[in-house]
């Protein structure tokens, strides 16, 4: 078996919540009494020049929140955007343990706008973790296009044989396996753990 040296992570729905995600938008929807079904629809025409780095927050919000005027404030709904986002602490855990093995370079692979990214990578405290992180707002792909994937093994200067990717979706994980990725489907932190001590044959200590 050959052996892995990358190991790539998603960070909503793995290392954390979602940024701004169906479940993080109804919070929104609930708070500020926003028209949920108008919201949805402006939100899914510029979610993916958002995600993809083509348009800033600022833009995001004039076309999906504010074309018209609201009791709050911007400042308010982008606090109360990135209010959403808490780390699994469990999970950011066993990627520590990770990253302290010298034959792993550890990296992350996510759909995310660049302000939600920069806040997120932050708010978990992942920046010392990870050496990079490969992003739909810096990449300008999102996944599951394969051309995210193979661009992400470009930058990590990675073979998808000695990679292994990690993610909540099965649907991101189905093109990095055809291009010969190992992957493994998130579900739990104890489940991730166990996968990872089975696969990689390590004891994961102190995670």
Known sequence: MTEITHIFFDIGGVLGTNGWDREQRLAAVNHFDLDAEDFQWRHE???????????????YLDIAVFYTERSFSREEFREFM??????????????RALSKVPRFTLMTLNNESEDLNIYRIER????????????????????????????????????????????DRRQNLTPASSLGMNVILYKSADQLRSDLEQFLEIQLSGA
């Open 82 to 95: 990135c209010a959403q986002s808490v780390p699994h602490e469990d999970t950011v855990a066993i990627a």
């Open 45 to 59: 025409e510029v979610v993916g020049e958002w995600e993809e780095g083509r348009i800033s927050l600022e833009e």
């Open 124 to 167: 978990f405290g992942i920046s010392q973790i990870f050496e990079a992180f490969i992003s739909s707002c810096w990449l300008g792909v999102r996944k599951p296009i394969r051309r995210f994937y193979t661009r992400a093994l470009g930058i990590a200067h990675a073979t998808p044989d000695t990679s292994l990717f990690i993610d």
